[in-house]
């Protein structure tokens, strides 16, 4: 990229001169699409972003919230986050997933916070390329690898497969860190006379102009012209930096702090003083460098991986030098906030000493304009059902046998989800729990005999392409609510969500109407759910020679709960199978966006909704609170079929009838569609399951587990059934693929 001609006119007006080969570099990465959202930030006040958990919304590295806890003794704030690392992972998929991770993390560390769970969405083309697979395995891997060896486990996340994804994968991380309310610090510079001081990995060429490369299109010979723009992590710093940034906290001796991620030491301490409306005066020659002879723009720009920028008063400065020294960390005092202008100096080859950059820091932070692009909304598809229809139980063997809806083992069997002793529930159920043991629960009488019992954590993460591809608003509001229900699903009450919203190129209206109906269908939903959107990120331009993306609104949500005693989605053998669904909106039997339809074509509106959403999750958490509840899962993509099967174990199948189909879709549509706020409840009294429910749902009765290790389903007249080894099969595509 180079800077648009009506970028550097304002910017030539802006400082009455034209700008130096740094300042032009800095204000090309800095005024992209990727750090300055010209094409989303005008979409994005939609979002509801208060709330009386919410201490530190949108605009910093990370937001802050705080857990619901029995009394203020005992208070305990969270920080939650989410990042992209789309193009770099196509490029390099190890190294660019990797350092997706380590992003993420460090901007938990400048929050002040440690980090204590991470969740990854991963979205791919299709399955039976093998180009596909080439990346899933380079970008599990390097997720697996940088986590790991940080010791912060991937508790959670999603796996999706869509043809158009093909030429542009995507990679979305979210990090939560625990924090104490004491340890909270952000990016706003608060003083003049303090130092900036850079903490750290010594700074290399890698990296460079990669805010630029993530807002453009890829083309075809992206995998070599632009892997120079793709950072090289080192997760053994990463995780001396994690300790090192604890210290440094504990002992009060960070005023402010920003990790270098996009645009590099430029982005992060210019952003840092321009948050506080302050500016810079900074000596490169200082920074402690991997590679001789680096030039200013080198320096400023380079995203070499594992560096965090402080600011700190004068008096502790020697002390945050000695903490880097105990972490054998490199440490540097690069100069310090001013009153006046963002200004970096450098000392060139004949000795001389120049001014490379002389900028307003708000202006180069927050003066790009934004961008005023057409957008045409896409159509509501018209319903056309496969014809000739599939025999229910071929459909029923390639909807669960799909790459999207089979087990996901092969994936997070390379994490470890489990360092850190916090994790009561990992990968491969609705959503992960966590023990937050610094906090009791809210109603939990201190004196009680539960008073030893932990605050739970329940994490949820994801998207479904195939339902906003099919319909942006409707699917991204679908979106919104599976991730709310996998938490009621545990027992868990939202406390707030982040979102990534990824899109292709914006300039095209199609592309932009679709970008901007996830962005209202996603905000619609969280506000009725009154779950505040408190942060995320924006990755568009993910456009390559095979086209656009889906509109891809990935949202990761947590709640909390009372202890982390949650029914899990496998079944015993005790009890009753109920079905928690439709109100008086109907049942929900549209195929919209669903596996079927995918699989044996066809088009249907997005996937149906209940009426009153709200009042279904309340109904849906309290029955998961209920003793007598032994498994709850929820229904979503793959509709009941694959759910049923997902619930089954090894030596304990099911039973079930289902209900008579009312609509045209007939069978399939009970069997197959996929409208979220559904759960699948065993429990040992289905009266008081019912109870519960009242008018927000309806629950029916559907069959009981049995011993014989089978799974017999029974609808509209037609029966079929599998043993659990046949199961095991169908869902084990990935898993036969990839071993």
């Known amino acids: 990229m180079s800077l648009p001609e009506s970028d550097r006119e304002l910017i030539v007006d802006a400082l009455g001169r034209e700008p130096t080969a740094a300042e ?17 930030r005008p979409l994005l006040s939609a979002f509801e972003s208060e709330g009386e958990s919410v201490v530190v919304g949108p605009g910093d590295d990370a937001a802050v919230v705080e857990v619901p806890t029995a009394d203020e003794s005992d208070d305990l704030y969270l920080t939650l986050g989410i990042e992209s690392h789309n193009h770099p992972s196509y490029v390099d998929p190890f190294d660019g997933a990797a350092t997706g991770v380590g992003g993420i993390v460090r901007d938990t560390l400048s929050m002040g916070a440690y980090p204590i769970a991470l969740a990854d969405s991963l979205y791919f083309g299709s399955f039976e390329d093998e180009h596909s697979k080439y990346l899933m395995d380079g970008v599990v891997e390097g ?12 508790v959670t996340g999603s796996a999706d497969f869509h043809a158009d994804y093909e030429g542009n994968p995507l990679v979305n991380v979210a990090c939560v860190g625990r924090l104490p309310p004491e340890n909270l610090i952000t990016a706003v510079a608060q003083e003049p006379g303090n130092k900036l001081v850079l903490v750290g990995n010594a700074t290399g060429r890698d990296g460079l102009g990669g805010a630029s490369f993530a807002s453009e299109d890829l083309d075809e010979d992206a995998e070599t ?8 992590g080192d997760p053994y710093a990463e995780k001396l930096l994690i300790e090192a940034n604890e210290v440094l906290v504990d002992e009060d001796l960070v005023e402010s702090a920003r990790d270098l991620g996009a645009a590099g030491l430029g982005g992060a301490s210019s952003e840092l003083v ?3 409306g ?11 460098q991997r590679e001789p002879n680096m030039s200013p723009l080198e320096i400023l720009l380079a995203e070499s991986q594992e560096r965090m920028c402080y600011e700190v008063r004068p008096e502790h400065v020697d002390r945050v030098a000695e903490v880097a020294d105990r972490f054998d960390l490199g440490c540097s005092v690069i100069g310090e906030v001013t ?13 001389e000493r120049e001014i490379v950059v002389d900028v307003d820091a708000e202006f180069l932070g927050e003066g790009a304009p934004m961008n005023d692009l057409e957008s045409v909304t896409p159509e ?6 496969p014809d000739p229809a599939p025999a229910l139980s071929e459909a029923f063997e390639a909807v669960v046998a799909s790459p999207n809806t089979a087990s996901k083992r092969w994936i997070y069997r390379q994490y470890d989800h489990e360092v850190g002793v916090r994790t009561s529930l990992g990968p491969g159920d609705d959503a992960a729990v966590l023990a937050l043991p610094e906090v009791s629960p809210p109603g939990v009488d201190a004196a009680g005999d539960v008073a030893d019992e932990p605050v739970g954590l329940a994490i949820s993460a994801g998207a479904a392409p195939h339902w906003t591809a099919s319909d942006p608003v409707a699917g991204a509001k679908a979106v919104a609510l599976e991730n709310a229900t996998n938490l009621a699903a545990k027992g868990a009450t939202p406390i707030a969500a982040v979102d990534c919203l990824n899109g292709g190129n914006p300039e095209k209206p199609d592309v932009y109407g679709g970008f901007s109906g996830i962005v209202d269908g996603l905000a619609s939903m969280c506000e009725t759910l009154s779950v505040p959107v408190v942060g995320g990120n924006v990755s568009l331009y993910n456009d390559s020679v095979s086209g656009p993306i889906p509109p891809t609104p990935t949202l990761a949500m947590i709640g909390s709960r009372p202890g982390v005693d949650v029914p899990t989605a496998s079944v015993d053998t005790e009890g009753e199978l109920l079905l928690i669904d439709a109100d008086d909106s109907g049942p929900a039997e549209s195929l919209g966006g669903s596996e079927y339809l995918a699989q044996f074509g066809g088009t249907a509106p997005g996937p149906d909704l209940p009426t009153d959403p709200s009042a279904r999750l309340d109904a849906i958490t309290a029955v998961a609170r209920e003793p007598t509840t032994r498994a709850v899962h929820d229904i979503s993509q793959g509709g009941l079929a694959v759910a049923l099967a997902e619930l089954c174990t090894p030596h304990v199948g099911l039973s079930v009838s289902l209900p008579e189909p009312t609509t045209d879709a007939g069978a399939a549509g009970v069997l197959f569609a996929e409208g979220p706020g559904r759960v699948l409840v065993q429990t040992t009294d289905p009266t008081a399951v019912r109870k519960i429910v009242g008018d927000a749902g309806r ?3 559907l069959g009981h587990p049995t011993d014989d290790g089978t799974l017999s389903i029974t609808v509209d007249d037609t029966s079929f059934e599998y043993t659990m080894a046949e199961i095991r099969s169908l869902r084990s595509t990935i898993v036969d693929a990839l071993e």
């Open 24 to 40: 032009s570099a800095l204000f090309e990465n800095l005024w992209s699409e990727h750090c300055a959202y010209r094409s989303s």
């Open 143 to 154: 997720i697996s690898h940088y986590g790991n060896c940080i010791g912060v486990p991937t």
């Open 225 to 232: 012209e632009d892997r120079p723009a793709v950072q090289v």
């Open 274 to 276: 321009a948050k506080g």
């Open 278 to 288: 302050l500016g810079a005066a900074i000596d490169l020659d200082r920074v402690h």
């Open 339 to 351: 009153e006046g202008n963002y200004v970096c100096t450098y000392t060139d080859d004949a000795g």
């Open 380 to 385: 509501t598809p018209s319903t056309t059902l």
């Open 699 to 701: 629950v029916r009765s």
